[in-house]
């Protein structure tokens, strides 16, 4: 079975495939002090709360855009899985035409998403990741990745806001009934939610124009998915895992041997 790693800034999202079907997924917090023998034996109750052991993992592909993490996850790898894994980096066989300035730049969910969207929705489209920061992706008619855009995620637009406003409190991000509100809590949400999906509205709406495609397929993935999607028209599908499918088959296109074959 192949044992998937997303991790990024603020959680780790795992999925187990067998082939190519999803057994389970879950997530942890993106610890950056955790130690390896921490993340090991983590991972390893969560193999044995799902009927699995360590033994059954035969494959493991990273995604990580934080590198500071990087070395204990390699050495997590190594002592409990002993297995050669597969890291989304610069060299990786993707499938499709990435036609950036600097491909080597490119985040590896990025890429992951890139892949994932090409092979399940085709181009053109447009993929939209809900994280940290929110990245935009554009797949054009022939399936190539032609670039995108990024912007302050929805979490991070809160906390910026109380962090140098000294008079506005920490809130919920949940979306209010109505745009007009009557308290300084439900004001904040409405102005950050609502605005929110103004601006992927927008940009949606530009990307189309400059693809020449009005019906370019839009694909919204990430935690706050869902928040915006449910608000907005201008998003055709919620695909929660697209970034998880996209590490499956990049890892198809970049199998290694097992050491303990």
Known sequence: MLLTLDIGNT??????????????????????????????????MFLRYNGYGRGDIDGIIVSSVVPS??????????????VEPVWVAPG??????????????????????AVAAQETYGGPCIYIDFGTATTFGVLNARGEFVGGAICPG???????LTERAAQLPKI??????????????????????????????????????????KDARVIATGGLSRVIADETPAIDVVDGMLTL?????????????DKRA
């Open 172 to 213: 919920e991000l949940i979306k209010p009934d109505t745009v007009i509100q009557r308290s300084t809590i439900a004001n904040m949400q409405a102005g950050i939610v609502y605005g929110y999906v103004g601006q992927v509205e927008y940009i949606v709406r530009k990307m189309k124009a400059e693809l020449g495609c």
């Open 69 to 82: 993490v990087n070395f204990t996850v390699e050495h997590m790898i190594e002592d409990y899985f002993d």
């Open 154 to 160: 929805l979490k991070l637009s809160s906390e910026a």
């Open 92 to 113: 990786i066989k993707t499938g499709i035409n990435i036609k950036y300035e600097n491909p080597q730049s490119l985040g590896s969910d990025r890429i992951c998403n």
């Open 245 to 257: 499918k996209g590490l499956m088959l990049l890892y198809e296109r970049n199998k290694v041997k």
């Open 11 to 44: 959680n780790v999202k795992c999925a187990i495939f067998k082939e190519r079907q999803m057994l389970h997924t879950w997530r942890v917090s993106t610890v950056r002090h955790r130690t390896s023998d921490e993340f090991g034996i983590q991972l390893s």
